[in-house]
C-alpha cells in the first residue's frame, strides 16, 4: 500500500480511538486535513485498474473458471451441476482479486516512480533558479563594484588637481581647485555690487540733503541739532511755515533712508559666499554705520566712505580671484593692483564711478542732474553701473526706471578728462 495512504489510515484510526474521550475543547477545524483526506482519495481513483487491466483480469478470471469447471466430473441434476459451478467460481473470483492486487502495485509503482521524477524535476528547477540568482547577484556586485570604483576613480582624479601656486605679479597665491569655491566667489561679486548700490545711493541721497539744507539758519546736522531740530519742528508746525515742514519732512525721509540702507546693505551682504558675510561683522564691531541721529556731517561722510571703500575693496578681492582662479584676500587686493607694472587696472578693479564724457544739458525729464551724451550707436544715452559693476548705457527716459527696478546707479561724469 501507498505509504501515504497508510500514515493516513493510521492517523485516522487514531482519530477514532481518541472520539471516545472526552475532551473539554473541542479540536479546531484544519482544511488541510480536508485537503490530504480528498487528495487521498483521488489517489485511491487514479490507482485504480485501466481498463486494459481489468480485461486482462476479467479474461484470467473466466480461464481461471473454465479451467477449475472443466475439472469437475457431470452429475445429472440442475442442483448437482449447480454446485460445480460454484465450486468453480472460488479459483476464478481469486485469479480476479490477485489480477487486481497485481494492478494496484503496478500502478503504485508507477506513480511512485512519476512523483519521483517530478520531485528530481523541481528539484533540478530550484537548483537552476538558486544558481541564475545567485550568477544574477554576482553580476550585480559586480557592476556595483565596477562603478564604486568609477566614481571613486574620478573623484580621485578631481582631487588631483593642480595645487601649483598662482603667480599674479609676483605674488604667489593658492589656486581655487573647487567648483564650489568658484560659486562662493561668484556669490560674493553680486552680493558685494548689490551693497556697493545701496551705498551709492544714499550716499548720493545724502549729498543731495546737504547742498539743500546745509545753509539754512540752523544746519540740521550741526551739534546742536539735538535742540535745534526739535525746535525747528514746533515751529513751522506752530506758524505753518512751509520751508521748515519741508526740512522736517525731508529730514525724516531721509533719516528713514539711512536706517533703510543699512537692513539693505546687511541683506545684500549676507546673500554673499564668504566676503559678504564677513563685512557684516567687520562693520559691526568697527561701528561704522552712519546715524541721523549722532553723527556731524564730516563723520556721516566718511563713514559711508569707509564701508564703501571696504565693499569695494572686497568686490575687487572676489572678481580677482574669478579671474586668476585663486584665493585673493581682499588686503592683498592693494598689492596686486599697485604692482601690475603701471597699467591701469580698470580691466581688474570694479570699474570707477565716473567716465571721461562731455556733459551735455538735459533739456527733459524730472532729474535735471543726469549727464547726457552721445553713445556708440548715434542717440543720448546716460551712463550708469549694473549691482555688479557693469557699466551700461541708458536711454534718458529709462533712467528712472533702471534705478527703481535695476538697482542701476548713475555715474558721475568727470568734467576734467
Known amino acids: 500500500m501507498n505509504p501515504a495512504m497508510t500514515n493516513y489510515l493510521q492517523s485516522q484510526q487514531q482519530n477514532d480511538q481518541t472520539q471516545g474521550v472526552p475532551q473539554a475543547q473541542a479540536p479546531v477545524f484544519n482544511p488541510f486535513d480536508s485537503g490530504i483526506k480528498n487528495a487521498i482519495e483521488s489517489a485511491r481513483v487514479s490507482l485504480d485498474m485501466t481498463e486494459k487491466q481489468q480485461d486482462k483480469a476479467m479474461r484470467r478470471s473466466m480461464l481461471s473458471f473454465a479451467n477449475a ?40 509503482a508507477l506513480a511512485n516512480q512519476i512523483l519521483a521524477y517530478q520531485a528530481a524535476e523541481q528539484n533540478r528547477q530550484a537548483q537552476q533558479e538558486d544558481k541564475m540568482w545567485h550568477r544574477s547577484h554576482a553580476e550585480n556586485q559586480l557592476n556595483e563594484q565596477r562603478r564604486y570604483h568609477n566614481m571613486m576613480g574620478e573623484r580621485h582624479k578631481q582631487n588631483q588637481v593642480d595645487n601649483t601656486p598662482v603667480e599674479v605679479n609676483g605674488v604667489e597665491l593658492q589656486p581655487i581647485t573647487t567648483q564650489k569655491n568658484l560659486d562662493l566667489y561668484l556669490k560674493d561679486k553680486k552680493a558685494l555690487g548689490g551693497a556697493l548700490h545701496q551705498v551709492n545711493t544714499i550716499e548720493d541721497a545724502f549729498k543731495q540733503f546737504r547742498t539743500d539744507y546745509k545753509d539754512n539758519w540752523i544746519d540740521p546736522m550741526s551739534p546742536a541739532k539735538g535742540v535745534a531740530n526739535p525746535t525747528k519742528d514746533f515751529i513751522g508746525r506752530f506758524f505753518n511755515n512751509a520751508e521748515l515742514k519741508k526740512e522736517t519732512t525731508d529730514r525724516n525721509a531721509f533719516t528713514s533712508r539711512v536706517n533703510q540702507f543699512v537692513v ?109 551724451y552721445t553713445g556708440k550707436k548715434g542717440y543720448p544715452v546716460v551712463a550708469m553701473l549694473t549691482p555688479e559693476g557693469e557699466l551700461r548705457e541708458v536711454p534718458p527716459e529709462k533712467v528712472a526706471r533702471a534705478i527703481e527696478e535695476g538697482g542701476l546707479t548713475v555715474m558721475k561724469p568727470d568734467n576734467g578728462g
Open 264 to 372: 539693505a546693505a546687511e541683506n545684500q551682504l549676507r546673500g554673499g559666499g564668504v566676503l559678504g558675510p564677513r563685512l557684516i561683522e567687520l562693520f559691526r564691531q568697527l561701528k561704522i554705520y552712519p546715524s541721523m541721529e549722532t553723527d556731524m556731517p564730516d563723520e556721516f561722510q566718511a563713514k559711508l566712505s569707509q564701508i564703501k571703500e571696504e565693499i569695494e575693496n572686497s568686490y575687487n578681492a572676489a572678481n580677482l580671484s574669478l579671474k586668476y582662479r585663486a584665493h585673493i584676500d581682499p588686503s592683498q587686493v592693494h598689492s596686486l593692483l599697485n604692482t601690475n607694472e603701471g597699467q591701469s587696472t580698470s580691466n581688474t578693479a570694479l570699474p570707477e564711478t565716473k567716465v571721461n564724457v562731455a556733459p551735455v544739458e538735459i533739456t527733459s525729464g524730472s532729474q535735471p542732474n543726469y549727464n547726457v
Open 69 to 108: 469447471y472443466s475439472q469437475e466430473p457431470r452429475q445429472k441434476g440442475f442442483m448437482a451441476n449447480f454446485g460445480s459451478v460454484a465450486r468453480s467460481l472460488s479459483p476464478a473470483i481469486l485469479e480476479h482479486d490477485n489480477a487486481e492486487d497485481v494492478a494496484f502495485k503496478e500502478n503504485n
